[in-house]
């Protein structure tokens, strides 16, 4: 064993042959670029289940705390005549600390359906991912598109497996398949909600205010996204939990769109001298 260390040799070199130790170091380094390498888009980490167990305080009886993770943000969705529009901010917060301003909301799950973020962004950013996993899956297996309402049940069906682990999940799941255009709210406790307007998160209530004033079916392109704009915006003059930038999205049947990114103090400032 002393030779074997000094000569830069492993039991594995000696005792397996060739094409054993290569299945090996094959394996070991898929493991590596799918659990451990974050760089890799589609490299899904350990349970997180699991993970905050580990990390979990313990009182001075040895008794687990349970951890109160405060978050806020604000996600809107409404269905029109001219298909999807998804409105979020990108403040992400601890408590009264924010910790980004720049944060991601909406996931592209693939190139005709997004998801959108709201509750704890580990939670969230893990179970969309694990989504992505399986509509490709799925793809490849049955040679034809997921359709929104088969991925909105499997993801509700993955979330409901973990009800009662503590996870902050509040998303919406949009999207254009062969039925037509679909929205639907899923959330922590695995319930499933379809719909035509969602709006998700702390300042959710400013921007229900904003939608309830100005939704209607028949809103032209700009309309809607002009509105989808407003109504986080106003949410996020509103609501401390929310702010950044606001992202808009809009999903038709050829896909969905990035629209825009426009900073909330621009908007505001833009709003201000229109009102002059």
């Keep these: 064993m002393a030779m074997l260390s000094l000569c830069g040799l492993s039991e594995d070199t000696l005792f397996k042959s060739k094409s054993e130790v290569e299945e090996n170091e094959a394996f070991e380094t898929f493991q590596s670029d799918n659990t451990v390498n974050q760089m890799n888009l589609y490299s899904l980490p350990g349970n997180p289940v699991e993970n905050m167990r580990m990390i979990t305080a313990r009182d001075t009886m040895g008794r687990p705390i349970e951890l109160n993770f405060h978050h806020g943000t604000t996600t809107l969705g409404f269905l029109y005549q001219g298909g999807i529009v998804l409105a979020v901010d990108s403040r992400a917060t601890g408590g009264q600390y924010i910790g980004s301003q720049c944060m991601k909301k909406i996931v592209e799950i693939n190139d005709f359906m997004l998801g959108t973020l709201a509750g704890g962004a580990a939670d969230c950013v893990y179970w969309d991912r694990v989504l992505s996993k399986q509509c490709r899956l799925h793809e490849l297996r049955n040679k034809e598109r997921i359709s929104v309402t088969a991925a909105s049940k499997i993801m509700s069906n993955m979330i409901y497996y973990y009800k009662g682990y503590g996870l902050s999940i509040g998303m919406m799941l949009a999207g254009y398949d062969k039925n037509g255009p679909s929205l639907f709210y899923i959330d922590n406790d695995g319930s499933r909600t379809p719909g035509k307007v969602f709006s998700v998160g702390s300042g959710s209530i400013y921007a229900f205010g904003v939608l309830d004033s100005g939704y209607k079916w028949d809103l032209t392109d700009e309309e809607a996204q002009k509105l989808g704009q407003r109504a986080i915006f106003h949410a996020t003059h509103r609501d401390a939990y929310s702010g950044g930038i606001v992202r808009v999205y809009h999903i038709t049947k050829?896909?969905?769109?990035?629209?825009?990114?426009?900073?909330?103090?621009?908007?505001?400032?833009?709003?201000?001298?229109?009102?002059?």
């Design 254 to 276: 050829d896909g969905w769109k990035h629209i825009k990114n426009e900073d909330c103090d621009e908007i505001y400032d833009r709003v201000k001298n229109e009102a002059k």
